[in-house]
C-alpha cells in the first residue's frame, strides 16, 4: 500500500498541493499535520509509522516535509524500513523500494555522517585553541578562592552545617559539598 505523508508548518499554508500530488504518485491513504518540521512529536506521522506493514511505501511530495535535517531524515527512514517498508520522495526522485533509490539514500546516510564527524572535528579544535589561550569553557565557579578558603575554614573550625554555610554564600548545598 501506498502511503502519503504531507505536512506544513503553520495553519496558514495549505495542504492542498501536497495531497493531490501524493493521489496522482497512488498514495491509498495520506497522514498530514500541521506543524514545524524541527518537532519531536508529530501525531500523524507517529500514527503512520505505527500502522506501517511490510511492503507499505512512504511516499512524500519533497523529503524536507518529513524532516529538517539529514540525520532527522535517515532516523526516520530507518524507522520505515524497519517496519519492512520503503520511502519515496517525489521531488527528489528518491525511491528505496529499488536498487538505484537505496544507492542514493546511502550517499545521502554517508555525507551526513561524515558532517556529523567533521563538526566533532572543529567541535574539539574550537575547544582546544581557546585552552591554548588561556579560555576555559563551562560555567564561571560559584565561589572564589578565597571564598572557598572560608567554606573549608567554616566547616573544618566552626563545625558550621553544610545547610547554613549555603545560605550564607547563597549557593547550593551540592556546591559546598564539593568544596569540602
Known amino acids: 500500500m501506498i502511503l502519503g505523508y ?3 508548518s503553520t495553519r496558514d499554508q495549505n495542504l492542498d498541493g501536497q495531497r493531490d500530488a501524493l493521489a496522482a504518485a497512488g498514495a491509498e491513504r495520506i497522514f498530514a499535520d500541521t506543524i514545524t518540521g524541527t518537532a519531536r512529536t508529530r501525531p500523524e506521522l507517529d500514527r503512520l509509522l505505527s500502522e ?3 511492503g507499505d511505501v512512504v ?3 519533497k523529503y524536507d516535509r518529513m524532516a529538517r535535517s539529514l540525520p532527522d531524515l535517515l532516523g526516520i527512514v530507518e524507522a520505515i524500513r524497519g517496519k519492512g517498508a520503503g520511502f519515496r520522495s517525489l521531488g527528489e526522485d528518491i525511491d528505496t523500494t ?3 533509490g537505496k544507492l542514493v ?5 554517508s555525507i551526513a555522517e561524515f558532517e556529523r564527524a567533521r563538526i566533532v572535528e572543529r567541535t ?3 575547544l582546544e585553541a581557546a585552552r591554548k589561550r588561556g579560555r ?3 560555567r564561571p565557579p560559584a565561589l572564589s578562592p578565597a571564598q572557598r578558603a572560608e ?3 567554616m566547616r573544618d573550625e566552626e563545625h558550621r552545617p553544610i545547610p547554613e554555610i549555603a545560605a550564607l554564600f547563597k549557593v547550593s548545598e551540592k556546591t559546598i559539598r564539593r568544596v569540602v
Open 151 to 153: 567554606v573549608k575554614r
Open 6 to 8: 504531507a505536512r506544513v
Open 105 to 109: 539514500f546511502h550517499i545521502f546516510g
Open 59 to 61: 511516499t512524500v511530495t
Open 52 to 54: 506501517l506493514r511490510p
Open 136 to 138: 576555559v569553557g563551562g
Open 98 to 100: 529499488t536498487p538505484a
Open 124 to 126: 574539539k579544535e574550537g
